[in-house]
T-cell receptor, first 114, second 109 residues
Framework: DTGVSQDPRHKITKRGQNVTFRCDPI?????LYWYRQTLGQGPEFLTY????????KSRLLSDRFSAERPKGSFSTLEIQRTEQGDSAMYLC????????????FGPGTRLTVT | RKEVEQDPGPFNVPEGATVAFNCTYS??????FFWYRQDCRKEPKLLMS???SGNEDGRFTAQLNRASQYISLLIRDSKLSDSATYLC??????????FGAGTTVTVRA
């Protein structure tokens, strides 16, 4: 499979626990994005990497959220001390350097915080 | 005000019909425009880019009006498989995508 992959696909956790999601990009894509999507809304931008550098973080990304992309390959998104409001689909998308190109999304990780 | 606004629909159309819908965007400096398709509980998938001159891809036609800051999508000869949520997407010069909340289209037999 040469598309974007995400793991796990589903995660149920109790409030206050930490969770970590992984995204593996399309191999030649140097840009990697994390988005969050809730029911009835479009995806909302969380953060963006170009290679290993994290270039931008949304103000939606509280200090409980951290993302990394070591070596410019896969990326992880960690949420500490989860809250019920964190329940959402977390989507990873990747793209090449050309600004006019669209982004290609992984299947997402659906997080439910109980 | 949201960066990208769409009529949520739903647009319920019979097979073979033509359906069209718009979205508006607030950032006049936006540079790239796209339509994505999202099926229920699936990830968004790039449907087509939208160019200033308008462009067509099979039964799908996209138009961009920079002066009025709106984008349109027209689907001709609708198929049952066209039932989905269509996301209007705008890209500024910072590589971030801004998504509308989506327009739901349901094609009935």
């Amino acid at each position: 499979d040469t598309g974007v992959s995400q793991d796990p696909r589903h995660k149920i956790t109790k409030r206050g626990q930490n969770v970590t999601f992984r995204c593996d990009p399309i191999s030649e894509h140097n840009r990697l994005y994390w988005y969050r999507q809730t029911l009835g809304q479009g995806p909302e931008f969380l953060t963006y990497f170009q290679n290993e550098a994290q270039l931008e973080k949304s103000r939606l990304l509280s200090d409980r959220f951290s993302a990394e992309r070591p070596k410019g390959s896969f990326s992880t998104l960690e949420i500490q001390r989860t809250e019920q409001g964190d329940s959402a689909m977390y989507l990873c998308a990747t793209a090449t350097g050309a600004s006019v190109s669209g982004q290609y999304f992984g299947p997402g990780t659906r997080l439910t915080v109980t | 005000r949201k960066e990208v606004e769409q009529d949520p629909g739903p647009f319920n159309v019979p097979e073979g019909a033509t359906v069209a819908f718009n979205c508006t965007y607030s950032n006049s400096a936006s540079q790239s425009f796209f339509w994505y398709r999202q099926d229920c509980r699936k990830e968004p998938k790039l449907l087509m880019s939208v160019y200033s001159s308008g462009n067509e891809d099979g039964r799908f036609t996209a138009q961009l009006n920079r002066a009025s800051q709106y984008i349109s999508l027209l689907i001709r000869d609708s198929k049952l498989s066209d039932s989905a949520t269509y996301l209007c997407v705008v890209n500024g010069n910072d590589y971030k995508l801004s998504f509308g909340a989506g327009t739901t289209v349901t094609v009935r037999a």
